[in-house]
């Protein structure tokens, strides 16, 4: 949206409340790192923003092909955003395969800069054009800037030393050089990562420093752009902020709990996309009493974790849903042997392999009830990267209070994506009270807490507090392997129970519009948030009769939910699956919910909300 227009020399600077640029190329052309480092940049501006990156589902596809293009999309702006945005006002193509993958989302008039050195018949071949687009009329709807990047990156680095392969990858350097300078943006936040990251080879450090301002210069020198573009800062509550992934703020998040509670942190994990950064994140801060176990396979992983809260750890494992499905019987163990652990699953689209680095959240079933006979288990769902923080720290609290395993959904639209997170003060945080059994005196391992049903955590070692544990069936209060049927079905309700008495941790879910009731409930889960929030606000602003509730707890769910949803005429379920809650909520509150269900490996647009909100509810007024 434009607010207004100035000229500064001999351009015009037009300023705007949201862009959103869209960075794509090969995997190898450095397309995430340049995303990454405009986004830092943003953030430093004071802008809210949101990303989203979007990886090669294949590890090495070969290069130019259409498999292999690597995207990385940013939406910041000088209001309140909630998603990385519908449609690109702003394109940026190193390659053919690149072109033709992100040139439907363009928006028409769209701003589409264009490696012209990438487009020979070669790369044209790769990318399956039989004419070249830059020539034969195609593109003419939108604001087309060709430019030799690879010629202008290998004559701003002559005499650097680098072998031309070496120097070619300092073109994305150059790009963000043009961009800084469209959107007038310093390039000094990039700078000092370069210096900082390539402290240890100067030559790579000067090549990428000099790459970048040469695109800055070359933009200024040449007037290729007759207008630029200022996005004010936001105004964000006060506080100190940090951009954040999804993936950091769990492991900032459990990092925070550990030291809150007074537990080592203990993460028991395998590598699995898109989870494996929690592993990488965590396995930098040994200083603050973390542990990282990188497992040999997804089994040992839930092992060890297992074993890590049997000796009185924090512990956690976090992977992926064909992760959970190899670790369900020791999720299952976990239950009965009652040890407060975390599971997370950052969630991508399968089955079996399916598609590693696309996003999804099909395993809502998997979670409430992935596990043979009556294993359940709490599980809760971050909403946003910088939620993921609250809910890392919120399950911790809960499994070691309740004295049980906990899933923890997001995916990977959350674990990849960023946004600006203010940093909690330690004194808001929720206290984590740990009450290890020391007494010998009376003592029974499965002797229960009477609100809260847990029984207690004694570790291995303590004098006089000796116990099994094991995955048969425990006899009421001494935890002696049991076949009575009587008391089997007396310990599956005393485990069921003591879930369910977690609703009285859960707030009341809140209505963003209506409480009193109306034409249409928007009820989501999970990362769908954002596009769901923009969309009911956005018909709101039209008179629409429409509300939104999300869902952060989902097993148990919120007490007042089936409440607010009997106030509404219709309830809408957007999902990333094929109706998993729509389905839950059916069976539960007996309520008429509709799914809009999409399985692309692609998240939710505004649009694609608001338009079935309007064919529910109708139009504009």
């Known amino acids: 949206m434009t607010v207004d227009t100035k000229s500064t020399g001999t351009r015009n600077v037009q300023r705007l409340e949201r862009v959103v640029i869209r960075f794509a190329g090969d995997s190898g052309d450095g397309i995430q790192l340049t995303g990454s480092q405009f986004t830092a940049t943003s953030a430093v501006a004071g802008n809210d923003l949101a990303t989203l990156p979007d990886y090669p589902a294949e590890i090495r596809a070969p290069a130019g092909t259409l498999p292999g293009v690597s995207g990385f999309q940013i939406s910041f702006a000088s209001t309140d955003i909630y998603t990385p945005g519908d449609a690109p006002d702003v394109l940026v193509a190193m390659n053919p395969a690149a072109l033709k993958v992100n040139l439907p989302d363009l928006r028409p008039n769209g701003v589409l800069i264009v490696n012209e050195d990438a487009f020979a018949e070669k790369d044209l071949d790769k990318a399956g054009y039989t004419v070249n687009p830059l020539e034969d009329g195609s593109l003419d709807k939108f604001q087309l800037f060709k430019v030799p990047l690879s010629k202008l990156t290998r004559t701003a680095l002559e005499g650097v030393g680098l072998a031309t392969r070496d120097v070619d990858r300092s073109k994305n350097f150059f790009a963000l050089g043009m961009m800084y300078w469209l959107y007038n943006r310093p ?4 700078k000092r990562w370069i210096r900082e990251n390539f402290k240890n080879n100067a030559v790579l450090a000067e090549a990428n420093l000099k790459a970048l301002q040469a695109g800055y210069s070359y933009s200024e020198a040449t007037e290729i752009f007759q207008q630029t573009y200022d996005v004010p800062p936001a105004p964000l509550a006060p506080g100190r902020y940090r951009n954040v992934s999804g993936n950091q703020a769990l492991a900032l998040g459990f990092i925070a709990a550990s030291k809150k509670s ?8 395998y590598p699995i996309t898109p989870a494996s950064d929690i592993l990488h994140e965590l396995s930098r801060y040994k200083n603050f009493g973390v ?3 990188q497992a040999e396979d997804e089994i040992a992983a839930i092992g060890a974790t297992i074993g890590a809260s049997f000796a009185g750890s924090l512990a956690i494992t976090t992977t992926s849903g064909p992760g959970v499905a190899l670790k369900s019987e020791a999720i299952g163990l976990a239950t009965m042997v009652e040890l407060p652990l975390v599971i997370c699953n950052i969630q991508r689209g399968g089955p079996s392999t399916g598609l590693p680095t696309k996003t999804e959240q099909a395993d809502l079933f998997q979670a409430l009830y992935g596990r043979n006979s009556e294993a359940p288990v709490p599980v809760l769902a971050a909403a946003t990267p910088g939620d993921c ?6 399950a911790a609290r809960i499994a070691i209070k309740y004295m049980t395993p906990v899933f923890v959904l ?3 639209y959350l674990a990849n994506g960023s946004e600006p997170w203010k940093l909690p003060g330690v004194e808001d945080l929720p206290e984590i009270p740990v009450r290890f059994r020391t007494d010998p005196e009376g003592f029974r391992p499965y002797q229960r807490d009477p609100g809260t049903l847990a029984r207690p955590w004694a570790v291995p070692g303590t004098p006089g507090l000796e116990h099994r544990v094991g995955g048969l069936e425990k006899q009421d209060g001494t935890g002696n392997v049991s076949y009575d049927p009587l008391n089997h079905e007396l310990m599956v309700k005393l485990r069921a129970e003591k879930i369910a008495r977690i609703v009285m941790e859960v707030p009341d879910v809140e209505v963003f519009g209506d409480p009193g009731g109306g034409d249409l409930l928007v009820v989501g889960w999970g990362s769908t948030y954002g596009a769901i929030h923009g969309a009911v606000r956005q018909k709101r602003s039209e008179g629409r009769s429409v509300s939104h509730v999300h869902l952060r707890h989902l097993n148990p769910m919120p007490g007042n939910l089936g409440d607010v949803l009997g106030r509404f005429r219709k309830v809408l379920v957007p999902e990333m699956n094929m109706g998993q809650l729509s389905f839950v ?7 008429d919910a509709q799914g809009l269900n999409k399985i692309q490996g692609r998240p939710f647009t505004e649009a694609e909300i608001a338009a079935r909100i309007d064919a529910l509810v109708g139009g504009k007024k």
Request: glycine share 12%.
């Open 389 to 394: 923080f609250a809910i890392a720290y919120e």
């Open 410 to 412: 997001t995916d990977g």
């Open 291 to 293: 542990t990282t176990f």
């Open 262 to 269: 007074g537990l080592p942190l203990f993460q028991g994990s």
């Open 187 to 190: 390039p000094e936040t990039t």
């Open 585 to 591: 909520l059916r069976g539960r509150y007996l309520v």
